[in-house]
């Protein structure tokens, strides 16, 4: 992504820049989790043990059936599945990223001390239960 954003500016270019980094980035993603996933189908698909006894065994039938192009059956609809999950995330850590620094500023600390007016006595139970005692300064520095 910082190849992509490295070459344009702007606040218009974080969409262009995130699809164009999501389209790149989805490529190893799908390369590497596809055969995982036709390996965890295959064996989800079968009946209790009927054909395949163990993930290596599926690996080697597939292997020898159909050869390393076997492990990417479904690649294309798996990379238009992750393509827009990446431009997604992207544009989402973008929005996080460019305004975290605003949120920190307007977020303040809370005091410490717990409300319990209108709950009744019913606070009172739950305080004894679990043995938390919120009026004694015993132990506190």
Avoid at 56 to 71: A, P, S, V
Wanted: charged share 20%; proline share 3%.
């Amino acid at each position: 992504k910082a190849v992509v954003s490295t070459q344009s500016t702007g606040v218009h270019n974080a969409l262009f820049n995130s699809c164009i980094s999501g389209v790149i980035s989805s490529i190893p993603v799908v390369i590497i989790s596809n055969p995982l996933d036709v390996v965890c189908t295959r064996m989800y698909n079968q009946d209790l043990g009927a054909y395949y006894k163990s993930n290596r065994e599926c690996i080697e039938k597939l292997y020898q059936r159909e050869g390393w192009r076997g492990f990417y059956k479904g690649a294309f609809v798996n990379y238009c599945r992750t393509v827009p999950h990446m431009v997604c995330t992207l544009l989402l850590w973008d929005h996080f990223k460019r305004n975290s620094i605003n949120l920190s500023l307007t977020l303040q600390p809370k005091s410490n001390e717990f409300d319990f007016e209108g709950f009744g006595d019913s606070h009172k139970d739950i305080i004894t239960k679990f043995g938390l005692d919120f009026d004694d300064d015993e132990g506190r520095g």
